[in-house]
């Protein structure tokens, strides 16, 4: 990778350094997919690996962190959501290994769980939907926040990432780290956002299908082939079931899950469930889902979670090549911009 130029190294100056890394890129936390082998190459190509803890036990996300830090000596986080019925006890396991970073995704984190994390001298980062919540979430102890627009696979918010950006940015980036994701798929968007006031991006799409990635050859070569418009927001069934939307490839797994939401809404009705327990339902069957998908390569009834950043990925290649492309992109960007006086 050729030198950077001092005007990317001074954009990118805030989250590196808040990362620990070479580059203010982050890989956003892909269940099933960010673990020990894609996590590790990335924080060793100069990026910022973080592990998805999904639905994990705290027993396996102890393995998977110690395993992790076997395989690199660089810094990387770890994604907990907060909807998880042992919440405080992953955060525990996260205190336990010294985790420097630790994500929390999936709503407003209960009571305790920020101060929780902080207690062990980790960095707290929470996603934030709208300017209101971020400012919610940087009083309540947040010390960085990451803005994903729609166009992101997997979990997704309805509004798009330049809007997000355009909101957020020119309120909280002077004085507060947010990093930018979804449907980032170059480097001529992450310099942009960087211009605008970003810390740094995040990425999943792209790093899914990479040679360290352990998803099926299937999972990827249906990455390989598909168009931005293929992938496509799950639709809500009932409006008295708050399901957040997913994103991924059009197969007969996005017509299942509608069949599941009709399922869930009965118990809903029939008193079975209570609204939390409908919820987890609906989080277990993506869980299952995107496992068929991405472990066992049945890409027609799996869960093909991918954003519309997908028509980029188009061929299988190490972790390190695709964010020196990335930062080169990024670079070469920035110095065709005039620097301000």
Not at 1 to 24: W, Y
Not at 31 to 41: G, I, K, P, Q, T
Not at 93 to 113: E, M
Not at 280 to 308: F, K, P, T
Request: a negative charge; charged letters at 20%; hydrophobic letters at 50%.
């Amino acid at each position: 990778m050729r030198a950077l130029s001092d005007k990317t190294k001074a954009l990118m100056a805030r989250g590196t350094e808040f990362l620990g890394s070479e580059h203010a890129i982050m890989c956003g936390a892909m269940s099933w997919v960010s673990e020990r082998n894609l996590v590790s190459a990335i924080s060793n190509a100069g990026g910022f690996g973080v592990i998805a803890c999904g639905a994990m036990t705290p027993a396996l996300l102890d393995a998977e962190i110690a395993a992790t830090k076997a395989m690199t000596t660089r810094p990387f986080g770890v994604n907990l959501i907060t909807m998880h019925p042992a919440l405080f006890d992953l955060i525990a396991v996260c205190s336990k290994h010294r985790v420097s970073h630790v994500v929390l995704a999936g709503g407003i984190p209960p009571k305790g769980s920020v101060e929780a994390i902080k207690e062990s001298g980790a960095k707290v980062l929470c996603f934030a939907p709208t300017l209101a919540l971020g400012k919610k979430l940087l009083r309540s102890g947040a010390d960085a926040l990451v803005i994903e627009g729609s166009e992101a696979g997997g979990h997704i918010g309805p509004v798009s990432t330049s809007v997000l950006a355009q909101e957020i940015l020119p309120s909280l980036a002077a004085d507060h780290l947010v990093f930018v994701a979804g449907g980032i798929g170059r480097g001529e968007a992450m310099a942009a956002y960087l211009e605008m006031g970003a810390a740094g991006v995040q990425l999943g799409t792209r790093f899914a299908a990479a040679s360290e990635s352990i998803a099926h050859p299937a999972f990827k070569k249906a990455f390989f082939r598909a168009s931005a418009r293929e992938a496509v927001a799950s639709v809500q069934v009932d409006p008295r079931l708050p399901v957040i939307p997913v994103r991924a490839l059009k197969n007969k797994g996005t017509e299942e899950f509608t069949a599941k939401q009709v399922e869930v809404a009965k118990l809903l009705d029939a008193g079975s469930v209570d609204m939390g327990e409908a919820q987890l339902q609906i989080e277990h069957y993506w869980a299952g889902a995107l496992r068929r998908a991405v472990i066992d390569g049945d890409v027609e009834n799996g869960s093909v979670m991918a954003g519309q950043s997908v028509g980029m990925v188009t061929k299988e290649e190490p972790v390190a090549d695709i964010i020196a492309e990335l930062v080169g992109e990024c670079d070469a960007a920035l110095a065709q911009r005039p620097v301000a006086a």
